[in-house]
């Protein structure tokens, strides 16, 4: 069965940091582009980030650069996003999506390329 599943979210302060996981089970995900959006109440989803296979393309959206970092463990079948300085403005349910493009194909912060959707994890920034 095909699976992705987030971790990680949860409530933070302003400045604070989280970790979010993206775990892949019935698939390789190293074969795949990894994504990571956004979507706030009321808001369309947002393309935060995204990391290529192999040593292709790594993508930030200029709201999160700088402050986000997104990596990946093939031989695990595990991505993460690494969120520091997180402010009131970045609180939304955080999804990681996998895309099965040609291999070392730039990335994509555009929704419809993914094929397999994570739950989503939701991200709460408040003091």
């Known amino acids: 069965q095909v699976q992705l599943v987030e971790s990680g979210g949860g409530l933070v302060q302003p400045g604070g940091s989280l970790r979010l996981s993206c775990a892949a089970s019935?698939?390789?995900?190293?074969?795949?582009?990894v994504g990571w959006f956004r979507q706030a109440p009321g808001k369309e989803r947002e393309g935060v980030s995204c990391?290529?296979?192999?040593?292709?393309?790594?993508f930030y959206a200029d709201s999160v650069k700088g402050r986000f970092t997104v990596s990946r463990d093939n031989a695990n079948n595990v991505a993460y996003l690494q969120m520091n300085s997180l402010k009131p403005e970045d609180p939304a349910v955080y999804y990681c999506?996998?895309?099965?493009?040609?291999?070392?194909?730039?990335?994509?912060?555009?929704?419809?390329?993914?094929?397999?959707w994570g739950q989503g994890a939701q991200v709460t920034v408040s003091s």
């Open positions: 999506a996998a895309d099965n493009g040609p291999l070392g194909f730039p990335c994509t912060e555009l929704p419809g390329t993914y094929d397999y």
């Open positions: 019935g698939f390789t995900l190293g074969y795949y582009a």
């Open positions: 990391i290529s296979t192999g040593d292709g393309r790594i």
